[in-house]
């Protein structure tokens, strides 16, 4: 099987990880994208340690039937992973012995992320309560080991141009 790359794009949320991810997709070729939240989507949204289980699962199972499908050469995968122990469990579920993986993270300044954030609830995309869930993880990922993104005052096709073309290099 010929050499793949897995791209993660991780962030807090509303970061713009989606939009990003959207924008990469077009930039690689015979690209394949991912969005975590896709394996959860319910209603009542409910996370517990059942759920938790499942939502990997789903994950890991889609990303390894991407990685295995020779039509793809580039796996886009991007999901809120807050600590490095969440982004590890998924890399171990993963197949990555022929990839090459890119672990990235979105991250911003605390103003750019509440405008990002009220704009979402303004319309209806977000709930309130989603400012105070978020600012504060903003820290973590500067912990973490991905390569940090700051998109602060860039858009995401700016983002995936970055992206791309350190994937491509």
């Known amino acids: 099987m010929k050499g793949k790359n897995l791209i993660i794009i991780n962030g807090t949320m509303g970061v713009g990880k989606t939009a990003t991810s959207r924008a990469l997709q077009s930039l690689l070729p015979n690209c394949v994208f991912l969005d975590g939240d896709w394996c959860w989507d319910m209603s009542p949204f409910i996370v517990n340690e059942e759920t938790k289980e499942m939502v990997l699962d789903n994950i890991s199972h889609l990303l390894n039937n991407f990685i295995a499908c020779s039509v793809?050469?580039?796996?886009v995968f991007c999901w809120v992973m807050h600590e490095q122990g969440i982004l590890n469990d998924v890399l171990s579920r993963l197949n990555t012995q022929h990839c090459k993986v890119y672990p990235f993270s979105l991250i911003c300044s605390e103003e750019a992320l509440i405008s990002r954030l009220t704009k979402d609830v303004k319309e209806d995309i977000r709930t309130q309560d989603v400012?105070?869930?978020?600012?504060p993880r903003l820290p973590n990922y500067l912990a973490m080991d991905t390569e940090p993104i700051d998109v602060s005052e860039i858009s995401a096709q700016e983002a995936a141009k970055i992206i791309a073309k350190r994937v491509m290099s």
């Open 72 to 75: 793809y050469e580039n796996v």
């Open 131 to 135: 400012i105070e869930r978020s600012v």
